[in-house]
Structures are given as structure tokens and as C-alpha cells.
């Protein structure tokens, strides 16, 4: 028998009750829909990390300092780790090969907010970072135009800034050259010497709403004088070196305040370990709300099962006739089954549609990313779905006796 | 070399297990049908004559005897091969008319030869003709539910006759139509039986039977009379 025949005889048959095969498509629509939308948020939230995880630099580690946030010391009853510092020779013995060979850059971070003005411009609570000029690399910093510090700057107490996008766009009229113009950090004055490119805000805080000035001026000027870092950026040579970094920054930070690692305040932030931890769990809802949507599909099967067993019965009379004029079982079945396969085809280009149209809003600040394989995928299931699913009634009315089925009334 | 008779039956008994009884609807039934002949088949309801027609139309098999039909027999044929000379050998005319619903009257009288595998532009050839041969080139794609009873029923005879089958079987054919219809739908018969078709007719209407030429009359499964139509008894029976 003709495909072609076949194909719109099954339209004709679904056409005449429209509604029913509306609400039965609605299943295989939902379904399809739903698995395309939940894998794409799914890959959409794991691009994101992974990109959070670039921005932030493989390789470093942050060790902070929990008693700037008042969490108290590791180990109650210690007076000695409360007072425990981060000083500008730590960082030294860290930056030697000898006692810290995995240790490539060691960045030390001195920050504070203060509000950035510029002529009538001005800007509260920019994050001043006072730091060295490997904080940059580490953190993933890409000067966009003029220059970063330089190592001669940290030493001469310079007072130049690296200023991000936002306090560009805030200060400056579009256009201008910020480059080599005067902005006060409070009552300080900086040089411009350089922009930051855009670094979005995928880490949680702005990381556009900075200036990066020499550690050095920032105790001047901004801190006030502590020999004591906020925190310390420390940048492994590779990323499978980041533990033994870690531990190498550890030690030398336990020997310096005397006491054991255990008992240092300090929290060693592995930003990657951390995000990655984020993302294996957002995987797994994935993999869960995927089963779930795929059973929307299996559930939209058996409402294709349901109806065409209703449409075989009501269309006995029509199948007695086209077997006493000499239709084979398997015309008969070809016929029921194309019937099947084009209602839950229909619901899956449906679910196709809705579900690449979907993937393009965000979903709890998520770009979905809709997959290739997920749309075939879901289009592939749906006709196995329609097969599957209309194989049954198919051949219950291929099996039909004529002499009873022209009786049927 | 002479042709096999279009129907050949012996001893053709047919048994429905209803319950614990057992119904003959056929108890030995012997009949020889010619090519070109043009019969009609009588009986009140419960004759049994339903279930000729279902086992002369290869719908359903004798429990016992022997069935040729154009000299195949039928026996042991199985459910493929009998939707093969169903599709063939016979074409069905019912009372209800049974076309195919919200398929037009073209698909409808092409549906026998596509099942037959015939190529498109031959089946539509051919479906063309078969409309033109009943009068209706006029509705070719009106769908059944556009169409009068009469019209309908010519559709009907347009599907028998398109596979240009050995047996024309025509159950209670005017039953659902008007006397008008009815005569029209008959003289089609009349015409295609002049120009050497075989005919078989089922009904209980006497004026219907008398448009043919051979009367068998069944009572309780058996034929209880056959003889031809008489020229006399054909203008007396015939109204009008």
C-alpha cells in the first residue's frame, strides 16, 4: 500500500476527532517538551559553572583569613590562632622554590570598599584590592587597555589603579580615555593606568566594580598599616598541583604563627573544587528531572494506546469493509499503526517547537543550552513511543475477523 | 476448454456453537452457479442466507463440504490467500453501502486496487471507468456523507466491479433505498450482467429477485426451491 495513501487517510482519521487527538498528542507534547527544556537547563547550569570555574582560575587557591569574618578560631580556647597573620614574609617564603616548589604566584590582597569619584562623577563601594601584579594572572584578570601595576609599583608605593568596566562606565562619559587621568579612591589620588576587560558577574560578586591598586599604597592610603593580608591568592604551577600548593602554603603560614596547620584560622577556598562539587549535584537533578519528563512521555504512550484502542473499536465497521474487499492484515496494520506514530509524532515536533523555543529564557538565572542530541533524541523516542504504543491496537484490528467486524454496529 | 463454474458448493454446512447449542445455519447445501449468470438468492430471515453469502464472499468457511469458487477451492486457504481472492475474485455490494467514511468516491472505488498493488495512474484509469460505467463522474470527490443513498450504492457497485472481479455479490442491495434508487441501482445490475458478468443477489423482496434470472429460495439451511425466472413471471413480478 501506498505511504502516500496511508499518510493521509491517518490524517483524515485523526482530523475527524480533532479534540481527542489534540488532548491525546498533549501527552507526547509535554513530555518531549519537558526533556528537551530540563537537559538544556541541565547543560545550560554546567556550561555556566564550568565557565565560573575559567573565571576564576583553575589553579589558585584563596586563603582567607576567618577571623576578619568573625567565625572565631578553629579551635576553641586558643588565643594564639586568633591573632595569627599573613605577613608580606610569608608571602616571601611562599614565592621561594626551595620551601614551596608547586607554588607558582603567591598574590596577597589587601581590600577594603571606599567610594571612587572623578570631576562630578562618583561611585560608592568599589572593592579596592591592593595587591601585587601576579594577582591579575591568577584571578583571570585581562587588562583591556593601558597597563597593569607593575612589580615596581608595589615597591615605590605608587599610586596608580587598574580600574574594572563598571567603574569606567560609571565615572567616565562614553568615549573618553580614562587612561592617565586623576580618580580619588576617598580623599587619595590615583593615576589610571589601565582597564580591565569585562568579567561579568557569573562569581557572584561584580567582579567589574573594582580598581586594583599596589598593596602597598592601598596600606597607605586606604587600609591603614596592618601586616596582615585580607587574603592570599595562591596560584599552583598546574591544576594537579593545587592540593600540594595548598599544603605548601599551609605549612609555611603554621610555622610562621607557630602553631599546626589544624589549628590555623585560615579557610583555603579550592574556588574549582568547590564549583565542580556545585555542579555533579546539579547534574544529578538533571538526570532526576529527565526521568521524571520521560515519564511523561511513557505516560503520553499509553494515552496513545488508550485512544487508538477507542478509535479501533469505533472504526470495526470500516475495517470489516476493508477486508472483505481484500485488504491484507498487514495494510490494516500499517494503517492503525502510521495512525499511532503520526498522533505521538505530531506531540514530539509539538514538544520540539515549545522545547527550543523554552530553552531560550532563563530559568532561575540559567541559560538553557538545548542539545543535538536531546531534541533527536526526544524526536527518535517519540516515534519508538508510537510504535511501541500502537503496535497492540494495531494488530487487534488487523486480527479482526471480516464476518464479524462488518456485523459490528 | 471450458471454463469452471464462477460458484461450485457440495454438501456446504456451516455450525455456530451459540452456548451449548449448536445452530446450523447451512445443513448441506449443493449449488452451481455459471459464469454469467445473474441470481438471486431468497429466503426469510434465518434462512440461513447471510450465511451463504458470508461463505460464498470468503468471509467465512463451511464447517463441512467443499466450496470452488472460479475453481479455486477454498478449503484450507489461509486468512492472506482469502483476502486475496476476496480481493480478486469478488466484489461486495452491501445494504448499508460500506464505503470507506471521509474518503471520497474515487479513493473509495481505488482502495480494491491499491490493495492490489496496482500502480497509481492504472488504478486511477480504471476507477474512472468503473464510475462512468454507474453514472457518477460527476461526484468523483465527494465524500460518502455528501452523497444520496442511491448515490452512495453506485459507488458501491463501482468498488465491486473495478478489480473486474468473477462474482459480483450483492447483499441486500436495495435495501436502504428508495424505489427509485432501488430501480436505478438494479438496472445497473441488469446492465452488467448483459454484458457477461456474473451476479449473485441476496433479498427478500420478490420484485428485487424478479430482475434476475434464477430464483434459489433457502428455508432453515436448505434450498428449498430453484428454478429460472420466467419471461412471464419476470414482466408480472417487475412493477411498472
Redesign the interface.
Known amino acids: 500500500?501506498?505511504i502516500l495513501?496511508d499518510l493521509r487517510?491517518a490524517l483524515?482519521?485523526l482530523s475527524?476527532n480533532k479534540l481527542r487527538s489534540a488532548l491525546t498528542v498533549l501527552g507526547i507534547f509535554i513530555g518531549v517538551g519537558a526533556v528537551i527544556i530540563v537537559v538544556g537547563y541541565g547543560n545550560g547550569s554546567s556550561q555556566a559553572v564550568q565557565n565560573r570555574i575559567k573565571a576564576l582560575g583553575t589553579n589558585t587557591i584563596t586563603i582567607v583569613n576567618r577571623g576578619r569574618f568573625g567565625r572565631g578560631p578553629a579551635t576553641a580556647g586558643s588565643t594564639q590562632t586568633q591573632s595569627a597573620t599573613i605577613t608580606p614574609q610569608d608571602v616571601s617564603s611562599m614565592q621561594d622554590q626551595n620551601q614551596a616548589p608547586d607554588i607558582l604566584s603567591v598574590s596577597p590582597v589587601l581590600s577594603s570598599s571606599a567610594t571612587a569619584t572623578y570631576s562630578s562623577a562618583s561611585d560608592s563601594s568599589v572593592t579596592i584590592t591592593g595587591t601585587t601584579p601576579t594577582y591579575l594572572q591568577a584571578e583571570d584578570f585581562q587588562v583591556e587597555a593601558g597597563s597593569s601595576i607593575t612589580a615596581s609599583d608595589v615597591t615605590n608605593h605608587a599610586q596608580v589603579a587598574v580600574i574594572g568596566q563598571d567603574l569606567l562606565s560609571d565615572l567616565y562619559a562614553t568615549g573618553q580615555n580614562p587612561i592617565g587621568s586623576n580618580v580619588f579612591f576617598g580623599s587619595a589620588r590615583f593615576r589610571v593606568v589601565g582597564v580591565l576587560a569585562d568579567k561579568g558577574s557569573s562569581a557572584g560578586a561584580d567582579e567589574n566594580n573594582v580598581a586594583i591598586i599596589p598593596y602597598t599604597t592601598a596600606e597607605d592610603y586606604i587600609t591603614g598599616y596592618t601586616n596582615n593580608f585580607t587574603e592570599l591568592i595562591v596560584e599552583a604551577k598546574n591544576a594537579k598541583d593545587v592540593n600540594a600548593a595548598e599544603n605548601e602554603a599551609d605549612d609555611i603560614l603554621a610555622s610562621a604563627n607557630q602553631t599546626s596547620v589544624a589549628n590555623l584560622p585560615f579557610t583555603a577556598i579550592n574556588e574549582a573544587t568547590l564549583l565542580s562539587t556545585s555542579a555533579s549535584t546539579s547534574s544529578t537533578f538533571t538526570v532526576l528531572l529527565t526521568v521524571i519528563a520521560a515519564v511523561s512521555l511513557l505516560v503520553g504512550g499509553i494515552g496513545i494506546m488508550n485512544i487508538m484502542l477507542v478509535t479501533v473499536t469505533e472504526r470495526t465497521?470500516?475495517i470489516?469493509?476493508?477486508?472483505?474487499?481484500?485488504?491484507?492484515?498487514s495494510?490494516i496494520l500499517t494503517q492503525f499503526l502510521i495512525e499511532a506514530v503520526m498522533l505521538s509524532l505530531i506531540g514530539g515536533v509539538a514538544g520540539v517547537i515549545v522545547g527550543v523555543v523554552g530553552t531560550n529564557f532563563k530559568i532561575d538565572g540559567v541559560k538553557p543550552i538545548p542539545t543535538p542530541e536531546s531534541i533527536i533524541g526526544a524526536f527518535l523516542v517519540t516515534v519508538v513511543v508510537g510504535v511501541f504504543f500502537g503496535f497492540y491496537p494495531a494488530s487487534r484490528a488487523a486480527s479482526l475477523r471480516?464476518?464479524d467486524a462488518?456485523r459490528y454496529e | 476448454m471450458t471454463n469452471p463454474p464462477v460458484i461450485a458448493l457440495r454438501n456446504v454446512e456451516r455450525t455456530y456453537q451459540m452456548g451449548d447449542v449448536a445452530v446450523r445455519a447451512l445443513d448441506g447445501v449443493s449449488l452451481v452457479i455459471e459464469r454469467g449468470e445473474f441470481v438471486a438468492i431468497m429466503g426469510a430471515s434465518g434462512s440461513g442466507k447471510s450465511t451463504m453469502m458470508?461463505v460464498i464472499?470468503c468471509?467465512?468457511v463451511p464447517t463441512r463440504g467443499r466450496y470452488w469458487l472460479d475453481g479455486v477451492d477454498v478449503r484450507n486457504l489461509d486468512?492472506?490467500a482469502l483476502?486475496?481472492i476476496?480481493?480478486?475474485k469478488i466484489g461486495?455490494v452491501?445494504q448499508s453501502f460500506?464505503?470507506?467514511?471521509?474518503?471520497t468516491a474515487l479513493?473509495n472505488v481505488e482502495?480494491?486496487l491499491?490493495?492490489?498493488?496496482v500502480p497509481?495512474r492504472e488504478r486511477r484509469a480504471r476507477a474512472l471507468a468503473a464510475l462512468e460505467l454507474v453514472g457518477l463522474t460527476e461526484r468523483l470527490h465527494h465524500v460518502p456523507a455528501e452523497m444520496s443513498g442511491g448515490q452512495q450504492q453506485r459507488v458501491a457497485v463501482a468498488?465491486a466491479i473495478v478489480?473486474n472481479p468473477a462474482l459480483i455479490l450483492a447483499d441486500e442491495p436495495t435495501g436502504n433505498l428508495d424505489s427509485r434508487s432501488s430501480e436505478e441501482v438494479m438496472l445497473i445490475f441488469e446492465e452488467l450482467n448483459r454484458a457477461g458478468r456474473t451476479v449473485v443477489l441476496i433479498t427478500h423482496e420478490s420484485e428485487i429477485a424478479a430482475h434476475t434470472k434464477r430464483i434459489v429460495r433457502l428455508r432453515d439451511g436448505l434450498i428449498l426451491s430453484d428454478e429460472p425466472v420466467s419471461r412471464v413471471a419476470q414482466a408480472a413480478g417487475a412493477p411498472s
Open positions: 500500500m501506498n495513501d487517510g483524515r482519521g475527524a465497521r470500516e470489516g469493509i476493508r477486508k472483505a474487499i481484500g485488504a491484507p492484515r495494510a471480516p464476518v462488518l | 458470508n464472499g468471509l467465512d486468512e492472506s483476502s486475496r476476496r480481493n480478486r461486495f452491501f460500506n464505503l470507506i467514511p471521509r474518503t479513493a482502495l480494491p491499491t490493495y492490489a498493488r497509481a468498488r478489480t
